[in-house]
């Protein structure tokens, strides 16, 4: 029997997923937004059309006691993402049948089984991908349709009796001026630190004597703690606004947006300069010389030559950069900075699950996004190179 069961990791998240699925509860039923919900099973919502559940499911059980083969983990990506639309579908569904029932100011949320099991659909999903191609390009298309069915469900209003998308109804300015202030903030960050970092990597690789200082400077700047750090940032900048009215003028003051960028960026460069410094070192010392043969000058070789071969590693620095300013930036929202963060702590202070989520959920997309989008890039220079 030993040797039939071979997928152990698909074995492994399908029993997960079953445990999850008919231990936890599916979704989470209130009265209103102040009272704690009642649990729902995922048992008492299995009737008429929900069935179609029951399909997938049992698919990825054969699936999980079949050998790990190529063709086998195109049925399991798809069995996933089936599994991972109906669950949404179900939810939504579920929902709105309970909408019904109650008030309009009852709320259904999702429970920690259905958390389970769309992220363990995911997982499964992701892993069966991995076995299908080695290509970053490829990975992202197949993950990208994967979540296609979950996407159409949502525009298509089916989620709308979940209480996450009643909350964003009726926060949906608040909404927008957060996703434009996290994406403002990720921009500010981002550009000042690459006409920062780049010259101080290039220095690092060029001056054995200058790396040590900047990387020692950098270093004890990441163990700061974030919060730390903007409080440091507060008196400084306060005093040269109260010194220089015109700086306040133009927004730089003890709080809101300007401690929070230099911050941001301050914590930014240490992954940056790492990244120019490896970019620049893995070229192959025989090429230089041989564009020094050829009469190239130094400028000429790194602008044609070091910085074409450093670029994947460079970005893959720019990539760590940006990810960890979208998540960062949720913190910035102490002092003022605004984004999503200020929609995070506003749930926290009033108790309010799904108005954290409201402000999680897009963090994580974002952060998700960001990473996937500079991975393509990555995989494209490194694709068009061979």
């Known amino acids: 029997m030993t040797s039939v069961l071979k997928n152990r990791v698909l074995l492994t998240l399908f029993i997960l997923l079953i445990l999850a699925a008919f231990s936890l509860p599916f979704l989470s039923y209130a009265p209103n937004r102040l009272l704690s919900g009642k649990s729902i099973g995922l048992l008492s919502l299995l009737h008429g059309a929900a069935l179609w559940l029951l399909l997938p499911l049992g698919a990825l059980a054969l699936l999980s006691l079949l050998p790990p083969l190529r063709r086998f983990a195109l049925l399991t990506a798809i069995c996933a993402?089936?599994?991972?639309?109906?669950?949404?579908?179900?939810?939504?569904?579920g929902a709105q049948q309970l909408a019904l029932e109650g008030s309009r100011l009852a709320r259904t949320s999702w429970g920690s089984g259905c958390w389970l099991m769309l992220a363990l659909s995911l997982l499964m999903a992701a892993d069966a991908i991995a076995r299908i191609t080695p290509s970053h390009l490829w990975r992202i298309v197949g993950n990208t349709l994967v979540l296609l069915p979950a996407v159409a469900l949502l525009?298509?209003?089916?989620?709308?009796?979940?209480?996450?998308l009643k909350e964003y109804r009726n926060r949906q300015e608040v909404f927008d001026a957060a996703l434009l202030q996290h994406l403002t903030i990720l921009l500010l960050t981002v550009l000042p630190t690459l006409a920062i970092g780049t010259p101080l990597g290039v220095l690092c690789y060029r001056?054995?004597?200058?790396?040590?200082?900047?990387?020692?400077?950098?270093?004890?700047?990441?163990?700061?703690?974030?919060?730390?750090?903007?409080?440091?940032?507060?008196?400084?900048l306060a005093g040269l606004a109260a010194a220089f009215p015109w700086l306040a003028q133009h927004g730089i003051n003890g709080i809101g947006l300007a401690p929070a960028i230099v911050a941001l960026v301050m914590y930014?460069?240490?992954?940056?300069?790492?990244?120019?410094?490896?970019?620049?070192?893995?070229?192959?010392?025989?090429?230089?010389?041989?564009?020094?043969?050829?009469?190239?000058?130094?400028?000429?070789?790194?602008?044609?030559?070091?910085?074409?071969?450093?670029?994947?590693?460079?970005?893959?620095?720019?990539?760590?950069?940006?990810?960890?300013?979208?998540?960062?930036?949720?913190?910035?929202?102490?002092?003022?900075?605004?984004?999503f963060g200020a929609i995070v702590f506003q749930g926290l202070l009033s108790s309010a699950l799904d108005l954290v989520l409201l402000g999680v959920i897009p963090v994580i997309a974002m952060a998700v996004m960001v990473d996937s989008?500079?991975?393509?890039?990555?995989?494209?220079?490194?694709?068009?190179?061979r």
């Open 81 to 93: 993402s089936a599994l991972l639309g109906l669950i949404f579908w179900l939810s939504g569904h």
């Open 155 to 164: 525009f298509s209003h089916q989620l709308d009796g979940l209480s996450l």
């Open 207 to 236: 001056s054995q004597r200058w790396q040590t200082p900047i990387f020692s400077t950098l270093n004890i700047i990441q163990t700061v703690p974030s919060i730390a750090l903007f409080g440091l940032l507060i008196a400084p």
């Open 268 to 339: 930014a460069l240490l992954p940056l300069v790492r990244s120019v410094v490896a970019g620049l070192q893995s070229v192959p010392a025989n090429v230089i010389e041989s564009a020094l043969g050829m009469g190239m000058t130094r400028g000429q070789i790194f602008l044609r030559i070091q910085l074409p071969l450093a670029l994947p590693l460079f970005l893959t620095g720019v990539r760590i950069l940006a990810v960890q300013t979208v998540g960062m930036a949720v913190v910035a929202a102490l002092i003022g900075a605004g984004g």
């Open 373 to 385: 989008l500079f991975k393509f890039i990555i995989s494209a220079l490194e694709v068009k190179r």
